[in-house]
């Protein structure tokens, strides 16, 4: 597609609940990456996937959290039992590959509050 | 590991005066460095990125920042403000090679441009 898109924009879940995240990256972007952006945090690096590479989970903050990437493309991030802390914007963003200086093209954003 | 600095969360600049959004970084060996800025309620768009060359680097919509190597910093400038460059602007960096190629950001710097 023309950019990055991310599903849904907003969702409004209970504690406890799991969530699924959608993103679906630019045609051709062979990385894929997951950040939370949380008020005064910054972005939070959670999971890159490259091409068909093992996905680097270095930043997934617990077990609840997962990540998974069908046929090259697009990726669910899923949050099981979620908490308050659970609660940011979550982004996803995608790039051509990880040779040379790639720029990462972002999608709006998914905004996850956990009552 | 790598980081990136923001010492300002908040930037307040009169439009038509210069602007300067500071960053400082840190990373083994030469870095990739980029600046995004996010407008409300919107994804974050990529303004411009250091590899090599010329330290003084010119990005989208009258921005500009400059690599100083010896002070891990790489300002965001732009000479004249515009109201509508209010938005929240984040500083990332990489490794240029053999290191991650995950972008680690900053915690992003509110740039208020008074009328």
């Known amino acids: 597609g023309a950019g990055v898109s991310q599903s849904p924009s907003n969702k409004v879940t209970e504690k406890g609940k799991d969530v699924e995240l959608r993103c679906d990256p630019i045609?051709?972007?062979?990385?894929l990456y997951w950040y939370r952006q949380s008020l005064g945090q910054g972005l939070e690096f959670l999971i890159y996937?490259?091409?068909?590479?093992?996905?680097?989970k270095s930043g997934l903050p617990s077990d609840r959290f997962s990540a998974e990437r069908t046929g090259g493309s697009v990726s669910t991030l899923t949050i099981q039992r979620t908490q308050q802390e659970d609660s940011a914007v979550y982004l996803c963003?995608?790039?051509?590959?990880?040779?040379?200086?790639?720029?990462?093209?972002f999608g709006a954003g998914s905004r996850l509050t956990v009552l | 590991a790598q980081s990136v600095a923001q010492p300002e969360d908040q930037v307040n600049v009169a439009e038509g005066n210069p602007l300067t959004v500071k960053c400082t970084y840190s990373?083994?060996?030469?870095?990739?460095l980029f600046w995004y800025v996010q407008y409300p309620n919107r994804g974050l768009q990529f303004l411009l990125k250091y590899i090599t060359g010329d330290n003084l680097v010119k990005g989208s919509y009258g921005f500009e920042a400059e690599f100083n190597k010896s002070q891990t910093s790489f300002h965001l400038k732009k000479p004249s403000a515009l109201v509508s460059d209010s938005a929240l602007y984040f500083c990332a960096v990489r490794a240029g090679s053999g290191g991650s190629y995950i972008p680690t950001f900053g915690r992003g710097t509110s740039l208020i441009v008074h009328p």
């Open positions: 045609s051709g972007h062979t990385a």
């Open positions: 963003a995608s790039s051509l590959g990880r040779a040379g200086a790639n720029v990462l093209t």
């Open positions: 996937f490259q091409g068909n590479s093992a996905p680097d």
């Open positions: 990373v083994s060996g030469n870095p990739y």
